[in-house]
Structure formats: structure tokens, C-alpha cells
């Protein structure tokens, strides 16, 4: 690919690679894509992921719009809300969570990695910011994956989803008095439901080899 | 075919022994008799249990085959060929790899194909060169007055390619044993599946070029087609067969008692149609069983379903007991010519080609891999390259004329058998607890994990979509909705068709929930998944105005009590049960299939909307569990909620007849009394529970005088309710479960 000989940006890529861990020929790929997504422009706004004629499919395509746009997953401490726009600096900070952890990590940080993903799924249920996925937002989320299927719809989506919470309420509270009432699920509850899930293994997207033609849409 | 045409040679040996004796006769077939009943036996080895935690089954099993063999033989009788390669190609053989691939979890084999096949195709060429080429070599360089001298090339590379080939029936029988986990069995059996259509091809090419004598480029050309052809033609005719059977289980619901059959007469055609065309039989099958599956499974029978897991295991059991014993009694019966030099190089060149080709294979398959192989994978993985009765059987089937050096083929082939058997088989079992290898999860797959795992599909589909990277998921997101979109129309009878995967996955749960719960007696004994106490009340949101911790009338220390006993029996179960009721499970719903469970369920919610409408009280106060006990268990309980019925205006609705007059006057009945009667409005869930749904006889308010007397009701209730009565439920029980 003869494009990746002269990047123009570089120096400004090495902060990027820094901070998201991306190599230069990766970011220069994403580059590539955030110029066509975006028409050339210098930010990203909700309306351009619409040019993407896969995505409109996709059930939980909104909540995948609005992951980029949250402002928790820009890796800034304790910022909360949304944008409107994004830049690519945004853009492939979000890109990063699903980046391929290293094979030369040690536990400790291969548990920093886990739980970033494992923060950014949060993040994305917990759609009203306050640090719990509540029923209805669990609700929400499983009306949404169903949400194609139609026909048995809503008071499945209800089962199953108050299924799910019984099941993360055993789990994280093990005993609760019949007046007790379990807010919804915090961080930790999460992490523990989801532990052996293995989502540092199954969160990733290869990266490597994206070619030039297929951009091309 | 090799496999089902024995060469016109070894028929010629047998004419000899043609005319038998009737006291032969007679003999022959008492030790047929004798070998399959002490077949059947020794599937109790179980009973000794700390035998059968040191040494795996196989390795029981060939030794039990030497013991039988070695009695036949001081009895001075002929030992009849049991391993004829015929019987075993295709009798044997075929259960066990349905078997294996009807179960074979899809998704974690689809995900780990690239590496599989590796292993499969480049690994067994790179084993059957290796092994059969240095022992060439090593014939070459004995001294003059040995055999050995007369072994050429191509005879030598076809014994490597036989002796190469990783046995699935061995490794199914050691890896079931230690509870690896889920990548690497599906590496190491995935790897045995799928080198059979590498091994026909080589074996075949080098049977014919041996005749031959040369070989030229074009052959090695045609030799690569041939594989392609072999290999890909056995997975179509498998795909196509069973496409086949999917679409005709379409059609079987009038004729549920013969679906198993279909399952396996397509599949076993689909292996002879295979073989017949010389194409890989054992890929046919595993193509026919992968393919079928999610298609019967949606349209048969719930039992069905069972008689055809439960036949499948029975007949793989049965073959894989009767190969490793059969086993056993070729090696005393067969005439071996032991050759120190050929036998010790060919076990120590197994073992290092093995090893060497995993270690180079993962060095170039984790370049593309994103969960790495680490070293101790490695390890597992080259150690668990067992030899088996395949190979044994494919020496079997060499022509004596074209290889004067069979007897000591099949004597080698037989010492690497054993040897992987026995000490690989034996020590691989301390060797994962040495290594701290990764176990299987022993968890059940919980719903959460079954969304999630959903979830991050759609998400990251999506966010390959924005990348524009065409990869992995996005062919599978594609794959997925050309399967709903069309083929699941065609093969799949009914509502079912349209039932997403979440959905089928929930039903499937809370079927396995009902059936536990039923047999554990009606929810006495706690099952052990999940101890806790929590419950559907603690995680739904209560209404704003907390009027029911306002008006208990109950006292308080009658209520704990009652909360007590009741406590330890509440699961979540509870809320899975709620579409079922004495009266469905005894119609058995099964056969009814899940439409009408699913319309009942929807009449069940009108209905209880209806109920909603009439009573504008919130729901039970805190000793809704009695109510809900009587709900779950199957039976005490609510029929003697009905005796009391008559003095207790209680709120009923029984099931057995949703829409009748009867539970509706009671409503109308029950108006009238409540006027200023609360109940606590119920959450919300139990909107849909289509459960007997009894509102407690709450005496709220002083003035219930239609209600006569409640106390003495209640506490009548309460006390019969209190005593769940053990020996009643198991009475109610058998009933049902006989």
C-alpha cells in the first residue's frame, strides 16, 4: 500500500499512538476511514455514521452511535455526558478499547485491560450516567437485541430481562430480605457477573490487515 | 473404495478356510457371544472408582481385549478376524463420529478453523513425510544381511502416513476424561476430525504410486487436487444430506415416533454415499451432523431429542468399547514380526515429528491468531496426539503381495497404539493438574452470559461496519441473516422460524428449570445452583406510595415464621415456573409444542390484565411467598387452597380452565368485597405469570364483613400452608413422573 509510505500527519500520530497504543499504520487506516465518514471534515457528527448502509441493521446500532459520543470513554477521569461532534483523536480513543491486548502482558495489566472493556460495555448500558444499570435500562437492552425479531417482542423481552437481574442479584447479593430492594447493577456486580466471560479474549477487532478497497464505499 | 472393497487378495486366504466345521461354526460364534457380553460388562470399571481416575477407559479396554484374546488363544481356538476392516469401517466407526459431530459445539470450532486445519493438513503431511521419510533413511543404514535393506521409499512413506494420523476415537476417549478446556479440545478433536480426508488421499496416492514405482511433479500436483476434491466433496455430500434431513423433518409432526430415524439413516448414507464416491466418509458425517442440527432440533420432538442423544451416546459407547477390546485381541491373535531397530525408531520419530510440527505450526499460526497458544497449549496439544484403532486398521487393509513387510508394519502400528494409549493416555491426566492447565468451565451458561455474548456480537459487527474492515464478524453477521432470512423458512416447520436465538435459548432454560424443579418433589429440596434469597420482589422497583408497609394484619412474628419456612424454598426458579401449572405439564407441553405455550401464556396476560382492571389494589403484602409456595410446588398446596376455597373468598384463578365462567363470578364477587380492601398491587412480573395466581385472603381493613371471620380462616390457611407436608408432595409426585 503505497499510501502508507508518506503519512503526512506523523508527528502528530505519535501522540495518538501513545495515548491509544495504535501503530502508525493503523492510525493511518483509521484516518483514512474518520476523512471518508466524515466527508473530509475535521469532526464526526451522530448523521455521518448513517452513510454506513451495514450498520442500519445492526439492532443496537444507536447504542453504538452513542458510545462514540460519551464522553466516559474518552478516557478523561470522571467526565460525564455527551458531545456532539467528535475529532479522531475521540474517535480512535473509542477504536482502542478494541484493540488485541499484547501476548507480553503480565496479570496485572491484562486485568487494566479487562477492565477497560469491561467499562466501556458498562458504559453503554448504564445510558442515564448514574454508575448503575438499572431494570428498565437492562430492559432496554434486551428489547433492543430482540428488537428484529418483532413478533414475540415485549413481554419476552421483560422475562428474560428480569431473568438476567434476579441472576446478577444472586450472584452479587446472595441474601436479600424480601423488603430489600437491589438498586441495580454497579461496576463490581458487573465485573463479577461477567468474570468468566473471557472479554479481553473476545472484545477485539483485528486491526492488521484492513485494505484500501474495502474503505471504498 | 479402500475402506469397503478389501483387496481380491486377502478373500483368496479366507476361501482356504472355507469349509468350517459345524463344532467351528458353533465355536466361532459362542466367542462372538462371549466378546460382546464381556463388552457390556465392563462399562463397570466404574464401580471400582479409584481404578478408573488412574487409568482412562481405553486403556482398560485393550487390556481386557489382551485377556480375551489370550484366553481364546490357550483355548487353543482360532481366534476369528473380529477387527475385519469391513466391520469396523462400517459399523464401528460411523456411531461415534455422528456422534461427534451432532454435539460438536459450532462456535468455538468455527472460530478456531484456520487453526484447526492447519493442524489437520499441515501438520499430518508434515508427520507422515517426516516419520516415513527418516525411516527410510534409517532402513538404508543398516548393515547388510538385514530385511530392512528391501524397504523402499514409497512403501516407507506410507506407512508414516497411516501411522500419522491423530485417532478421534482415542482422543475422545482420553479427553473426556480430564475436563480440558474448550479451545483445546476443540483443537486437538477438531484436528482428529478433520486429518481423516489427508490421510485417504495420502494413503491412497502412495498405495497406487508404489505400484507405479515413480513418481513425477505431476502427480504431486494431482495429488493436491485430489485432497481438495476428497476433502471438499465429503463436506458437500454431508451438507447436502443434511440439508435433506432438515427439510424432512419439517414435515414429521404427525409422525413423531420415527424422527429419530431420519437423523440417522441420512446421516449413515451421507457416510456410505461418501465412501462409495471416494470421498472422505468421516468429514461427510461430521458436515451432515453440524449442519442438521439447529434445523431438527427446532422442528422435532422433545423427545425426539432425547431418543436421539440418548441412542447416539449408547451406540458411540458401544462401538468405542468394542474397538479398544477388539484391539486388544488382534495384537495376541496377529502374527507379528517384531524388528527392534523399525519399531523403537518409528515410536521415537511420532513422537518428535509430532512435537516438532506443533511447535513450528503454532509459531506461524499465532501470527494470525488474537488468543495466543501459549507454551503449556503446546504442550497439550503435541502430547494429545493419539494413535488409535484407524491406523490399525488402515495396516490391516495393505496388501500382503505389494508389502512383504506388513506383519511388521502392523507390529509397529500396534506398539505406537499402545504406546500413546497407554503412557500418553495415562499421564496426560497428572500432567494437565502438573501444568494447571485450564479446565473446562463448569458453570452453566447463565442468561446474562447469553445476551452479552449476543451483545458483543451486534457490537462488534458494528464496529467493524465503521472501521469498513470486511472481517470475521461481518461475514458471520452476514452468514447469520441469509440463515434467518431464507433458510430457516424452508427448514424449519412453523412459528419456530422466526424465533431469535435469545429467545429459543430463555425457552430452553427455563424448560431445564421447570423439569429440575418437578423432579426435586416440588421445590422441597433447594437446588444447589444459586443459594441465595433473593428474590423477583428485590429487584423490582416499588410503587412510589408504600402503602403496603402500612397495613399488615397479620402479626408480625407469624409472619417471620411463615417467611421462615417459606424462604428456603423461594428460588428464582420461581418466576421461570410461572407458564406452567400442574395441568399443562401433565398434557405434556412438549408435543404441544411451543405456539401453544406461547399462546396460552398470552391468554394467561389478558386475562390477568383483566383482573387488573377490576381490583385497583396494589399486591400481596409480605406473606405472598405462602401464595407463590402453593403456586410452585406442584400440588399439595394449591388443592388444599381449594377446600378452603369455599369459606375464604380467596381470588383463584385455576388454570385448568382460563376462561371459564367460574373464576370470573368469583371476581365479580370479590368487587363487591373490596371496596375498601388493598392489596398490594403485585410487581410486575407477575403480571405475566400465568401461574395459579392467588391473592392472599388479606384482612385489611376491620370492616371485611362479607369475609366472615378471616382470622380463624387465615390462620387455618396459614397453618396448613405452614406444613408443606413432605409425603403428600412425593404422593402428588409419582403420578406425574411415572
Redesign the interface.
Known sequence: MGALNSLPDEPQYVGLAEKTGFSFEQIGI?HK?FK??SNNGETLRRED?NT?P??L?????SE?IEAFFDRRNFRQTDAVGTVHEIGFGEFLLV?SH?R?PS?RLDDEQKEVIRTEKLRF?FN?HDTDNDGTI??EEYRH??EE??S?????GK??A???A??????????S????E?????EGITFEHFNK??K??EVE???????MN?DTT??C? | YIRLYPKRQRSEAENKDVPLSLSEELQKQVLHNESSVLSSVFPGFHLIPRLSSIVPESCLLITVGLLVGGLIKLAGEKVPPVLDSKLFFLCLLPPIILDAGYFLPIRPFMENLGTILMFAVVGTLWNAFFVGGLLYAVCQMQSAPSDLLNLELLPCLLFGSVVSAVDPVAVLAVFEEIHINELLHILVFGESLLNDAVTVVLYHLFDEYSSVGTVTVVDAVLGVLCFLVVAVGGVLVGAIYGILAAFTSRFTSHTRVIEPLFVFVYSYMAYLSAEMFHLSGIMALIACGAVMRPYVEANISHKSHTTIKYFLKMWSSVSETLIFIFLGVATVDGDHSWNWTFVTVTVILCLVARIIGVVGLTFII?KFR???LTTKDQFIIAYGGLRGAIAFSLGYLLDNDRYPMRRMFLTAIITVVFFTVFVQGMTIKPLVELLAVKKK?E?KR????E??T???D?????????????????WKDKLN?FNKKYIKKCLIAG?RS???Q??AF?HKMEMKQAIELVESGGGVKLPPS?P???????????KPPPVE?ALPQIPKGREDEI?KIL?GNLQ?TR??LRSYNRHTLVADPFEDGWSDL?LK??KM?ELEKKMNNYLTVPAAP?DS?TITRARLSSDPQTYQMKQMSDSVPTIQVDLASPQSPDSLSLLDELQRADQRRELRRRP??DE?EGGLMMRPPQARGGDQGEEGGPSAKEQRLQRCLSDPGPSAEDDEDEPFLS
Open positions: 483509521l476511514r471518508q465518514l455514521f454506513i451495514d450498520l441493521c445492526n439492532p443496537i446500532r453504538i477504536m478494541f488485541p501476548i460495555l453503554m438499572t431494570l437492552v434486551v437485541l430482540l428484529r425479531s418483532g413478533a414475540l413481554e419476552t421483560k422475562g428474560i428480569d431473568a438476567a437481574m434476579l441472576e446478577v442479584a444472586s450472584i447479593m446472595g441474601h436479600m424480601p423488603d430489600e430492594f437491589y457477573l461477567l468468566e466471560f479474549s473476545r472484545m477485539n477487532i483485528r486491526f484492513m474495502t474503505l464505499k | 499465532n488474537i488468543v495466543k468451565q458453570a447463565s442468561i446474562n452470559e445476551i452479552h449476543q451483545f458483543l451486534h457490537l462488534l459487527t458494528g464496529i467493524e461496519d465503521i472501521c469498513g474492515h470486511y472481517g470475521h464478524h461481518h441473516r412459528e422466526r424465533e431469535p435469545l429467545i430463555y444459586v441465595s434469597t433473593v428474590s423477583m420482589q428485590n429487584i423490582q422497583p416499588k408497609r417467611r424462604r428464582k418466576q421461570r406461547l401464556k398470552s396476560i409480605p411467598p410486575p412480573p405475566e
